[in-house]
């Protein structure tokens, strides 16, 4: 079973570029890696997803490494409005052989002033 | 479109009594997935079904758990009889393809079960 390790909390200041990292030692040949992000009282909202190298949209970027055992969510000048969880994911296969994705702990992100 | 639609946004019921929570997902999406949230075990997928067929449940954590896919637009998860530690953030979510692409979250149904 893939699973994911994130640091469960960072803190930053405005401005500045903020790398998060997530380890996913057993990460299977076809999942994809993906990254949500979650406020408060509000359901998780999609941010980037990559299979391999670098992903790039207009709120982040996403590097993976050649042996895709982990990953880097890099979030550009971070503002106090980036203050939420962030949450790595990667494809699994539960008991029945079906695929599905597993939320892990997450990463508890304060921008701070 | 307006997203994925959660009713209702909160449900206060006392232990033993059903509850309906329900979910429109985004019209085109043939993925819907129902997760639960809580303090201590995060975000957990309970079900999940494609073009209106439930394929996997092995989330669900009790037979008293259940949902249902009637129609493209519409899902319900119903917990008969209630308890209290089903206490938790409730959240649909809907997808076009599947885990490997994105989901789109509702803002989801605050259970309290006293």
């Known amino acids: 079973l893939a699973k994911t390790t994130q640091p469960i909390s960072m803190d930053s200041y405005e401005g500045q570029e903020v790398n998060i990292t997530c380890s996913h030692n057993n990460i299977a040949t076809n999942d994809y890696i993906t990254w949500y992000q979650q406020f408060p009282s509000q359901g998780p909202r999609f941010i980037i997803q990559?299979?391999?190298t670098k992903v790039t949209n207009e709120v982040a970027s996403l590097f993976i490494p050649a042996d895709r055992k982990s990953s880097t969510l890099s979030l550009p000048r971070v503002s106090l409005s980036d203050t939420a969880v962030y949450y790595c994911?990667?494809?699994?296969?539960?008991?029945?052989?079906?695929?599905?994705?597993?939320f892990g702990t997450g990463t508890k992100l304060q921008v701070i002033p | 479109d307006a997203g994925v639609i959660q009713s209702p946004r909160h449900e206060v019921t006392e232990m033993g009594q059903e509850v309906t929570l329900r979910c429109k997902p985004i019209s085109g999406h043939d993925y819907l997935f129902w997760y639960r949230q809580t303090m201590m075990r995060g975000l957990e997928l309970l079900i999940y079904f494609n073009n209106n067929v439930p394929i996997d449940d092995s989330g669900m954590p009790e037979d008293r758990f259940s949902a249902k896919m009637p129609n493209a637009s519409f899902s319900t998860l119903k917990i008969q009889p209630s308890e209290p530690r089903d206490s938790a953030v409730y959240f649909c979510?809907?997808?076009?393809?599947?885990?490997?692409?994105?989901?789109?979250f509702g803002q989801g149904t605050r259970l309290t079960v006293v």
């Open positions: 979510a809907s997808s076009s393809r599947g885990f490997d692409t994105e989901a789109f």
């Open positions: 994911l990667v494809g699994d296969m539960n008991s029945g052989g079906y695929q599905k994705v597993t």
């Open positions: 990559g299979y391999k």
